[in-house]
Nanobody, 116 residues
């Protein structure tokens, strides 16, 4: 199983980025995919999640209205569209696959840096 996060970078406040999490070795029918982030000096925060069916999504209050999660099952990829980025969004972003009673898988993170 591999989860490959990409799309991070340096952007000015107010800008946008789209993160991708390419998943191999497991089925979107069985696993939901989520995004978490860890900012310097802060605890890890769950940002967004999309269920295995794709029918249910979660967006943290801290990013609601600015971030959107979506999935492309044909590409086995989950996206996190981040708009109107703020300096507080600076963090390493990780994607995670989880399912009840199954192992949890984490991908390597991608750095997002927002300059103010």
């Amino acid at each position: 199983v591999q989860l490959q996060a990409s799309g991070g970078g340096l952007v000015q406040a107010g800008g946008s980025l789209r993160l991708s999490c390419a998943v191999s070795g497991l089925s979107f029918d069985d696993y939901g995919i989520g995004w978490s982030r860890r900012a310097p000096g802060k605890e890890r925060e769950g940002v967004s999640f999309i269920s295995s069916s794709g029918g249910n999504t979660y967006i943290a209050n801290s990013v609601k209205g600015r971030f959107t999660i979506s999935s492309d099952t044909a590409k086995n990829t989950v996206y996190l569209q981040m708009n109107n980025l703020e300096a507080e969004d600076t963090a390493i972003y990780f994607c995670k696959a989880n399912s009840p009673r199954r192992p949890i898988y984490w991908g390597r993170g991608t750095q997002v840096t927002v300059s103010s």
